[in-house]
């Protein structure tokens, strides 16, 4: 199952989604005879980037973490 496409964190992929909505709206026919597939693939290119700037974001925060946590640790084997 995929999850819901139209959340608070997709907002900057809200066009590209809508269109391929709307291209999926025109019937079955339209999609099963690719009609659809360019809207898809700017669907997941957007989102591919989304996915990108998160991961680059939560790497960030994780090594600022890290460097705390073994500050702490310094800190703590310094005071034993």
């Known amino acids: 199952m995929h999850p819901h496409l139209h ?6 992929c809200e066009e590209v989604m809508t269109i391929l909505d709307e291209c ?3 019937g079955f026919m339209w999609k099963a005879v690719g009609m ?3 809207a898809k693939t700017n669907v997941n290119k957007c989102l591919r980037a989304q996915r990108l700037e ?5 790497r960030e925060a994780a090594k600022l973490k890290n460097e ?3 500050k702490h640790w310094e800190e703590i084997d310094s005071n034993s």
């Not at 959340?7 to 900057?12: M, Q, S």
């Not at 998160?54 to 939560?58: E, F, H, L, P, Q």
């Open 36 to 38: 659809c597939n360019d």
């Open 24 to 26: 999926h709206a025109r």
């Open 68 to 70: 705390q946590t073994k």
């Open 7 to 12: 959340t608070k964190d997709n907002r900057a």
């Open 54 to 58: 998160r991961t680059k974001a939560n």
